[in-house]
């Protein structure tokens, strides 16, 4: 297929075209967290050794869930559960801030909000 029929199946896609949207405004926010979290957690803590531990908790899901989680996934539907995990994630950073303000954020949230950008980027 040359480059003109993609674009032609691009343009008249218009569910591909939301998902491709999303994904792209999405990726760039989550690398951002990933990358912006152990800083956080660095600045609340002043610890290198709950740097340390907030990173190794990270892949504990990945590692003991992985095999499970992906079996679920093959199973259920895509479009319902990629939406599911979305508003989760809002829910999830959303509660960042709001803990913050509050003066309520602690290294057990920080470390769970970490699992899940890490689960949600790898399922």
Known sequence: MD???LWHTFN???DFK????GQTVSNPGSSLSLFVF???IFELTHSAMNLALSTAVTYLP???FGLFIGACVDRLNRKKLMIIADLARIICLG????LFSLHLLSL???CSHLCELYLHNHL
């Open 3 to 5: 480059f003109k029929g």
């Open 12 to 14: 008249h896609n218009s």
């Open 18 to 21: 939301k998902f491709w949207f």
């Open 38 to 40: 152990p800083l956080l």
């Open 62 to 64: 990945y590692l003991l």
């Open 95 to 98: 509660s960042i801030p709001v």
């Open 108 to 110: 057990v949230d920080l």
